[in-house]
T-cell receptor, first 109, second 114 residues
């Protein structure tokens, strides 16, 4: 059974801090990794995709991938209250994505 | 533009009703998906269409019937649903089939079965 694990949280950070969200996966053959943001009552929104080991930066977001450790993370710099949401890690498995259960982030002003 | 549209936004139906959910994308994407999401749970894959053909059916009950009339449209026909089928139904699309391609979600249809 292929699994994606995330700490459900809530993860609470003050405004302006760095939020670090983590995800581990079981399928060593996975090649694609995605982070989605989901506000309460809304649909998931793709934030980042990463396919190679290392870091990928997009604005305040940095995705980090370590395939040897089967670990992918999302860093949010200068966190804002508008970043408060559930963050879903998704890992490619064959023809489909396997989603983690999500980490709830709360940014306090 | 990465827009996927879904109608209706909300739907309330009785257990004997027949209704349809609609999804549309004009990005030229060749794969389209239906997901079901219950509160505080991740999306669960229901169906995958690749190049307008059904490629994955995740053992979904027959009261859910997908249809892909053309490369831009995806429907989900609903019949004789149960209250436990109440959920957010999400449509997504990707440039190509397979898990290497980014999936973009529509806003979803909030379904309540009474």
């Amino acid at each position: 059974q292929k699994e994606v694990e995330q700490n459900s949280g809530p993860l609470s950070v003050p405004e302006g801090a760095i939020a670090s969200l983590n995800c581990t996966y079981s399928d060593r053959g996975s090649q694609s990794f995605f982070w989605y943001r989901q506000y309460s009552g809304k649909s998931p929104e793709l934030i980042m995709s990463i396919y190679s080991n290392g870091d990928k930066e997009d604005g305040r977001f940095t995705a980090q991938l370590n395939k040897a450790s089967q670990y992918v993370s999302l860093l949010i710099r200068d966190s804002q209250p508008s970043d408060s949401a559930t963050y879903l890690c998704a890992v490619g498995a064959g023809t489909a994505l396997i989603f983690g259960k999500g980490t709830t982030l709360s940014v306090s002003s | 533009d990465t827009e996927v549209t879904q109608t209706p936004k909300h739907l309330v139906m009785g257990m004997t009703n027949k209704k349809s959910l609609k999804c549309e994308q004009h990005m030229g994407h060749r794969a389209m998906y239906w997901y079901k999401q219950k509160a505080k749970k991740p999306p669960e894959l229901m169906f995958v269409y690749s190049y307008e053909k059904l490629s994955i059916n995740e053992s979904v009950p027959s009261r859910f019937s997908p249809e892909c009339p053309n490369s831009s449209l995806l429907n989900l026909h609903l019949h004789a649903l149960q209250p436990e089928d109440s959920a957010l139904y999400l449509c997504a699309s990707s440039q190509e089939p397979g898990s290497l391609s980014e999936q973009y979600f529509g806003p979803g249809t909030r379904l309540t079965v009474t």
